[in-house]
């Protein structure tokens, strides 16, 4: 009687791992148990719903900012934005420095030297033909940072411009 009970056991434990591998008593409730009877085919949640509550893992964590310019700026070189300005002439001043006149979408003419304050960076250098700024920018972590722009002359009269004196 002592073998019979051995292999009661073995058969025991076989059917207990079917169940679980076949899914444990989930696989067993009443609401398994129940047949589809819906012609139409299920429909897969989206994946936010699946997801309850967890974040998607191929969502970026850092979402990146677009800079916003204010609407009211400050009046002068100070309320100019690197992205607006467009380089219309570079001239050399009396004392051997460089003088860019530029403009934005506004027709008004400015006059920038070295080391000038724009509204988002510096100008770091001007040459014969473009202007260096020296742009500050906020990156995806929060952190601001400075890249060089480089702003070419626009030649409109379809000439190089000479270099000097």
């Known amino acids: 009687m002592r073998e019979a009970d051995m292999q009661t056991r073995e ?24 047949p589809q009877t819906s012609t139409q085919p299920q429909q897969a949640q989206p994946p936010a719903a ?54 934005t979408n ?10 000038d304050e724009v509204w988002n960076g510096t100008v770091s250098r001007i040459t014969e033909d473009s202007v260096v700024f020296q742009e500050r920018v906020r990156d995806a972590s929060g952190r601001t940072q400075t890249r060089e722009v480089v702003k070419r002359l626009e030649e409109r009269t379809g000439r190089r411009p000479t270099g000097g004196r």
């Open 106 to 115: 506004t027709n008004r003419a400015y006059f920038l030297r070295e080391k």
């Open 11 to 34: 058969w025991l434990k076989v059917v207990i791992a079917l169940l679980m591998l076949w899914g444990g008593p989930q696989a067993w409730s009443q609401e398994a148990a129940t």
């Open 50 to 103: 699946r997801s309850a509550g967890r974040r998607d893992p191929f969502r970026a964590i850092v979402v990146k900012r677009v800079e916003e310019i204010p609407a009211r700026l400050p009046p002068g070189k100070a309320g100019l934005v690197i992205g607006q300005i467009q380089v219309q002439g570079i001239v050399h001043g009396i004392d051997g420095e460089w003088i860019a006149m530029v403009d």
